[in-house]
């Protein structure tokens, strides 16, 4: 055991509201596959409710890198 202790580091992705619904359809389709096998599906509906509610930005600025 160290002095420090081990955090995930978070990261933010913009996305537009249409590329978020994918997301979140994606994350339902996964979560019911899991579902039907049987496994653990806790953490996507973590992940769905995350970005269910993630804040919209209005902001202009962009960057997309290609």
Do not use: H, P, W
């Amino acid at each position: 055991m160290g002095l420090f202790k081990n955090k995930e580091s978070t990261v933010l992705i913009r996305v537009t509201d249409f590329e978020r619904r994918i997301i979140i359809t994606a994350l339902r389709n996964l979560r019911d596959k899991q579902i039907k096998e049987n496994k653990d599906y806790d953490y996507i509906e973590s992940i769905m409710d995350k970005a269910a509610i993630a804040d919209i930005s209005k902001s202009k600025k962009s960057y997309e890198e290609r």
